[in-house]
Nanobody, 115 residues
Framework: QVQLVESGGGLVQPGGSLRLSCAAS????????MGWYRQAPGKERELVAT???????TYADSVKGRFTISRVNRLTMVFLQMNSLKPEDTAVYYC?????????WGQGTQVTVSS
């Protein structure tokens, strides 16, 4: 059984930074694309950023230049560095991974940007 566990969420003031981490555990035989999604209250879940096993990253327009996704394949971990946070970044952030040719999701971590 594969699990993704996120950490690093919290409350931060506008303009601040947070770093989210996601670790895959269990019987990981292959791992391909990994990414971060978010869901704000009353809204649909949306893509934030993805990264391939080779390190190629894509970002939602709303976070380009502020967020950076990275991964450590050997540790089956993915990170999201979030800078210049805005109140509209407030959401539950979910880690997603294509592992053993199946999609897995973490339980989510709350990010709140407020003064």
């Amino acid at each position: 059984q594969v699990q993704l566990v996120e950490s690093g969420g919290g409350l931060v003031q506008p303009g601040g930074s947070l770093r989210l981490s996601c670790a895959a555990s269990g019987r990981v035989l292959s791992i391909n694309d990994m990414g971060w999604y978010r869901q704000a209250p009353g809204k649909e879940r949306e893509l934030v950023a993805t990264i391939t096993s080779g390190g190629s990253a894509t970002y939602a327009d709303s976070v380009k230049g502020r967020f950076t996704i990275s991964r450590v394949n050997r540790l089956t971990m993915v990170f999201l560095q979030m800078n210049s946070l805005k109140p509209e970044d407030t959401a539950v952030y979910y880690c997603n991974g294509r592992i053993n040719y199946a999609d897995y999701w973490g339980q989510g971590t709350q990010v709140t940007v407020s003064s």
